[in-house]
């Protein structure tokens, strides 16, 4: 399994505002490249906080992209794969619709009632008690011969995935906007590393869109 972690960034670290809404950090060439990372994905993978703020859906945009996955004998569009330890993902989220295989990675602790709903729209898997156990989910994914993932958010889901050592790149738009407010949404969230940091090496920098792509390695990786 190869992880790739992409999010845009605005030029102070955000991934979006204080009210947590979907903010349009990239522009369109960048959200072009997106699509072609999507489109070479056998997953897409997200966080339930970014279901619930963005109901995003997680296809591939462009339809030549999506005729040449089929004519390779693949889904028009990859996976889709939400993490979210209770079941808390919307009966009506844009994910759950019909345009691709859905996976909703649950916890023990997940009612059985949400179980039974999900399982209507898509496959669920169950890792850890309280929480979604990152290492076995992502196992179980690539059991079901899920092997190129490319995760999109939100920060805390990527901090909890460097802390697990599934990352083996980060590809990070850097846009030219500030957001500002402590609050908001960073890259890593979670509880933060305080030593043993990850770390990088960078690969390769390119300007698009009056910002900058930086993609990077995960050392040891
Ligand atoms: N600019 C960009 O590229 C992007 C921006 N965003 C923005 O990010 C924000 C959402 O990010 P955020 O709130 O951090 O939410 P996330 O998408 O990272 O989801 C976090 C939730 O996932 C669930 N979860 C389950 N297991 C784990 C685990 N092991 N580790 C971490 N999380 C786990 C938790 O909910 P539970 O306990 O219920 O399971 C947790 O609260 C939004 O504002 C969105 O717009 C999002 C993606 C990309
Ligand atoms: N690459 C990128 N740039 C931005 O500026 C963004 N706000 C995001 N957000 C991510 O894209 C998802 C939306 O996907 P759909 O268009 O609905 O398919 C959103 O949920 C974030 O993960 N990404």
């Not at 072609?36 to 619930?52: E, F």
């Not at 969230?189 to 993609?215: C, I, K, Q, W, Y």
Request: glycine share 10%; hydrophobic share 40%; with cysteine.
């Amino acid at each position: 399994m190869y992880v790739v972690v992409n999010a845009a960034v605005s030029a102070d670290g955000k991934l979006s505002s204080r009210r947590r809404d979907q903010l349009a950090i990239s522009g369109d060439e960048d959200f072009a490249r997106v699509d072609r990372l999507r489109a070479d994905s056998d997953a897409v993978v997200v966080g339930v906080g970014t279901v619930l703020a963005d109901d995003p859906h997680l296809t591939v945009k462009d339809e030549q992209l999506r005729d040449r996955r089929r004519e390779n004998g693949r889904s028009a569009n990859p996976a889709r794969v939400v993490v979210d330890s209770n079941g808390r993902t919307p009966m009506d989220a844009a994910i759950l619709d019909d345009a691709a295989t859905t996976y909703v990675c649950l916890s023990e602790n997940a009612p059985v009632e949400r179980r039974a709903d999900l399982a209507d729209r898509a496959q669920l898997l169950t890792a850890g008690d309280d929480r979604v156990d990152l290492l076995g989910a992502f196992a179980t994914l690539q059991e079901q011969g899920l092997e190129q993932i490319m995760v999109e958010g939100g920060g805390e889901l990527i901090f909890s995935l460097f802390e697990a050592g599934l990352v083996d790149e980060l590809r990070t738009f850097v846009g030219p906007k500030i957001v500002g407010g402590r609050d908001a949404p960073t890259l890593a969230d979670g509880e933060g590393f305080v030593a043993e940091f990850p770390m990088l090496e960078l690969e390769e920098f390119d300007r698009l869109d009056g910002g900058v792509l930086l993609t990077w390695c995960v050392e040891g990786r």
